[in-house]
């Protein structure tokens, strides 16, 4: 499994929409030329697909990427939160299939720790 991009999400990527990393976009997401916007489906850890939009500005030096469309569905039935990581890897035999994994930021013992959610 290959990391590609990890974020701790703020209130905007828990209410509204989730800022993609431009970096990371720009090496693993090839958008078509004059398009804005691409689908791609990523699976979390139950096996299940989902689909999510990755949309840029138009016309601009700093794309700012965001995804979009089947995010916020994926933040309610995750339970998300702020402070929350989300991590996108690439997984399967030939680092073929995008997987995304969800993780807690808990205290036990005094300690903190990454928990799977």
């Given amino acids: 499994m290959k990391e590609l991009c990890s974020k701790i999400l703020t209130a905007t990527d828990v209410g509204v929409r989730f800022s993609f990393p431009t970096a990371t976009m720009r090496e693993h997401f090839k958008l078509l030329e004059g ?3 691409l689908d791609f489906q990523v699976m979390d850890k139950y ?3 989902w689909t999510f939009r990755l949309y840029t500005r138009k016309n601009d030096g700093h794309p700012k990427p965001v995804l979009t469309k089947g995010w916020l569905d994926f933040v309610k039935r995750m339970g998300l939160k702020v ?3 989300v991590i996108f890897v690439l ?3 030939h680092n073929d299939h995008l ?3 969800v ?3 808990i205290k036990l013992l005094g300690s903190e720790h990454w928990a799977d959610l």
Avoid: E, P
């Fill in 47 to 49: 096996s299940k697909v």
């Fill in 35 to 37: 398009s804005q916007s």
């Fill in 83 to 85: 402070g929350d990581k």
């Fill in 103 to 105: 993780k807690r930021n």
């Fill in 91 to 93: 997984h399967g035999n």
């Fill in 99 to 101: 997987g995304i994994l």
